[in-house]
């Protein structure tokens, strides 16, 4: 009698495993309709690391020393500002930093518009500066013995 009641349980359990996927695929309801993919906004600020300009992208590094790179597409469209004046993919130079707004199409990151920074000036020290070089002292003459 024992043996039966066992018997009868493992064959309820596995009925339970096997029959409980597709129970529980029949409760769910239909996905809803994919709606049509919109563009995503999104930016970044950084380094120039490669302009390319036969497929007309910009590489642009950022984060923690520069791990970060991405590569962003500059199409017709794409508004180009180097230093506050309009500009070209070509007005662009490695090395200078950038303001980039993207939107991802497709799989691709297309630039909608790159700011190029001017390049920070080095600061005058002053002479009150304790860093400042200080100027050769001149040989004093020997003060007068008596």
């Known amino acids: 009698m024992m043996r039966i009641a066992r018997l009868l349980l493992?064959?309820?359990v596995?009925?339970?495993v096997a029959a409980g996927p597709g129970w529980a695929?029949?409760?769910?309801?239909?996905?809803?309709?994919?709606?049509?993919a919109s563009p995503t906004p999104a930016s970044l600020?950084?380094?120039v690391k490669k302009v390319d300009h036969?497929?007309?992208?910009?590489?642009?590094?950022?984060?923690?020393?520069?791990?970060?790179?991405?590569?962003l597409e500059v199409t017709g469209d794409t508004q180009i500002q180097v230093?506050?004046?309009?500009?070209?993919?070509?007005?662009?130079?490695?090395?200078?930093?950038?303001?980039a707004s993207y939107e991802w199409r497709g799989g691709k990151k297309i630039a909608t518009r790159l700011?190029?920074?001017?390049?920070?000036?080095p600061a005058a020290k002053s002479?009150?500066?304790?860093?400042?070089?200080?100027?050769?002292?001149?040989?004093?003459?020997?003060?007068?013995?008596?």
Do not use: Y
């Open 83 to 99: 230093e506050g004046r309009q500009a070209t993919l070509t007005d662009i130079q490695e090395g200078a930093k950038v303001k």
């Open 25 to 36: 695929q029949t409760q769910m309801p239909p996905p809803a309709p994919a709606a049509p």
């Open 14 to 16: 596995m009925l339970a």
């Open 127 to 146: 002479p009150a500066d304790p860093g400042a070089p200080k100027p050769p002292m001149e040989p004093q003459p020997p003060a007068p013995t008596k």
């Open 54 to 71: 036969n497929a007309k992208t910009v590489l642009v590094s950022s984060g923690l020393f520069g791990l970060f790179g991405r590569t």
């Open 45 to 47: 600020e950084g380094t």
């Open 115 to 121: 700011d190029v920074m001017p390049a920070p000036q």
């Open 10 to 12: 493992v064959v309820g």
